[in-house]
């Protein structure tokens, strides 16, 4: 069991920079596949960016060049380093993580990420 707690959403204008963070509990954080998915009114959730328990990441492609994620398996800890904000960012975003030899996943609660001047 995994419990995911994200955090750093927020107000941001166009242009600026927000780094989300999510902090995992309940289990061994390095054997799990992390990623950053998104939700804007109206729209499906879609994938933003993953990273893999070896480091390989992986983006989508309107946000590559503009957003890094990373992990610390030490803070058991990914991050979501956002910058180049554009309003079509506006979303609540979420954590996830994947164990994948049984594909066994978790989400986190969300953080409102709102782009606009």
């Known amino acids: 069991q995994v419990q995911l707690v994200e955090s750093g959403g927020g107000l941001v204008q166009p242009g600026g920079s927000l780094r989300l963070s999510c902090a995992a509990s309940g289990s061994i954080f390095s054997i799990y596949d992390m990623g950053w998915y998104r939700q804007a009114p109206g729209k499906l959730r879609e994938l933003v960016a993953t990273i893999s328990t070896g480091g390989s990441t992986n983006y989508a492609d309107s946000v590559k060049g503009r957003f890094t994620i990373s992990r610390d398996n030490a803070k058991h800890t990914v991050y979501l380093q956002m910058n180049s904000l554009k309003p079509e960012d506006t979303a609540v975003y979420y954590c996830?993580?994947?164990?994948?030899?049984?594909?066994?996943?978790?989400w986190g609660q969300g953080t409102q990420v709102t782009v606009s001047s």
């Open positions: 996830h993580a994947k164990y994948t030899p049984t594909m066994r996943d978790y």
